[in-house]
């Protein structure tokens, strides 16, 4: 019985961790955090890193001048 529960809780925590792929985190550490805290610990970590693709600022150069 407890080696379901611990098979189930791997597994859970692997799913979880597919979340923290394209973040900042990433997959790893988001299943590290699942395992050792707990998969709902991890989700609320997870959802609150930030995005891999997340862009802060892009300064485009404007050239006015034509030839």
Partial sequence: MEQAL?????IISALVALL??????????SFVLCIVLS??????II???????A???????IDNQQN
């Fill in 20 to 29: 923290g792929r394209n973040r900042k985190i990433g997959y790893a550490w």
């Fill in 6 to 10: 611990i098979f189930f809780h791997v």
């Fill in 39 to 44: 998969p709902v610990i991890g989700v609320i």
């Fill in 47 to 53: 959802l609150f890193s930030k995005k891999n693709d």
């Fill in 55 to 61: 862009v802060d600022s892009v300064e485009i150069p």
